[in-house]
């Protein structure tokens, strides 16, 4: 099946800190790729959608200058938390899909388990 | 709105003993249907994908169904490595992103 590679799996990391995730997909173009948030024993949040080459579209209740998506290639997303907190801990997790109008399934990196002290 | 509802929350089976876990959908018009597996501290992982009513996937001990208003994940005579919280979601046509259910947290016992 689709390769999705995720950087770092773990960050811990001081309050004030801004983090970079990166998100590869090793084995297809993906041209839309997804940014999820997890909290312990919940499902997946989806916090934006990132199409290659454009601006990436946040849900509702997620703060866009927090949360800095960059798609500049078919292979990488990057999702920055920037000036991190403690509220901003949590697992973050990305996947790759193929299109704007595909019925594929997406394929999802192994998380990032971010931790703000 | 589009909603994707799982049951039970959590399952607890001997190992060998059969069921089935649920995904009830209201979506406006069902483009697709997927199940994943995810394992603790990971990613989920993709196991099918149906896309219309009556339609069956089945991978080793997993058999997926579809009907238009739900899904079924049936597990035939589980394994305790099949223990893991398996979540559905649905994508709506006209739509790239995936309604998530919360998931049912499957544990077999030996």
């Known amino acids: 099946g689709a390769v999705v590679s995720q950087h770092p799996s773990r960050v811990i990391c001081k309050s004030g800190t801004s983090v970079k995730i990166e998100c590869r997909s090793l084995?297809?173009?993906?041209?839309?790729m997804f940014w999820y948030r997890q909290f312990p024993k919940q499902s997946l949040m989806l916090m934006a959608t990132?199409?290659?080459?454009?601006?990436?579209?946040?849900e509702q209740g997620v703060e866009k200058d927090k949360f800095l998506i960059n798609h500049a290639s078919l292979t990488l997303s990057t999702l920055t938390v920037t000036s991190a907190h403690p509220e901003d801990s949590s697992f973050y997790i990305c996947?790759?899909?193929?299109?704007?109008?595909?019925?594929?399934?997406?394929?999802f990196g192994d998380g990032t388990r971010l931790s703000i002290l | 709105e589009d909603q994707v509802t799982q049951s039970p929350e959590a399952l607890r089976l001997q190992e060998g003993e059969s069921s089935s876990l649920n995904c009830s959908y209201t979506?406006?018009?069902?483009?697709?249907l997927f199940w994943y597996r995810q394992d603790p501290g990971k990613g989920p992982e993709f196991l099918f994908t149906?896309?219309?009513a009556g339609e069956e996937k089945e991978k080793e001990r997993l058999k997926a169904t579809l009907t238009k208003k739900e899904s079924f994940l049936h597990i035939t005579a589980p394994k305790p490595e099949d223990s893991a919280t398996y979540l559905c979601a649905v994508q709506a046509y006209g739509f790239n992103k995936f309604y998530f259910g919360s998931g049912t947290k499957l544990n077999v016992k030996p």
């Open positions: 149906l896309y219309s």
């Open positions: 084995d297809f173009q993906a041209t839309t």
């Open positions: 979506v406006s018009g069902l483009r697709g």
């Open positions: 996947s790759a899909g193929q299109g704007a109008n595909s019925n594929q399934p997406q394929h």
């Open positions: 990132s199409n290659e080459g454009s601006k990436a579209t946040y």
